[in-house]
């Protein structure tokens, strides 16, 4: 089975900036970053092929946020700048996308929370 454990998570103020990692044990999947807010459906954030040659956000978070991974430590990242107060949610990362970068995804971390105080 493939276990994704994400860390990273915490307290910023908006304008700050944050580094979320999740760490992979399993092949090399394509990849990629969900959120979901309190009352709120999970919604897409970001994605990268096994490669890192492709990457594709939500236009939500496109110009402040950066998806990228290392295979060598079997770890994705997610370099979040210029925080907002809506960008606080759980934070799940994603593996082996079904249709496209979108989603679905076959595996699923627990999540990590980031909060943006205003």
């Known amino acids: 089975q493939v276990q994704l454990v994400e860390s990273g998570g915490g307290l910023v103020q908006a304008g700050g900036s944050l580094r979320l990692s999740c760490a992979a044990s399993?092949?090399?999947?394509?990849m990629g970053w969900f959120r979901q807010a309190p009352g709120k459906e999970r919604e897409f954030v970001a994605a990268?092929?096994?490669?890192?040659?492709?990457?594709y956000y939500a236009d939500s978070v496109k110009g402040r946020f950066t998806i990228s991974r290392d295979n060598a430590k079997n770890t994705l990242y997610l370099q979040m700048n210029s925080l907002k107060p809506e960008d606080t949610a759980v934070y799940y990362c994603?593996?082996?996308?079904?249709?496209?970068?979108?989603?679905?995804?076959?595996?699923w971390g627990q999540g990590t929370q980031v909060t943006v105080s205003s």
């Open positions: 994603a593996a082996d996308w079904v249709h496209g970068p979108a989603g679905p995804y076959n595996y």
């Open positions: 399993g092949r090399g999947y394509a």
């Open positions: 990268i092929t096994w490669s890192g040659g492709n990457k």
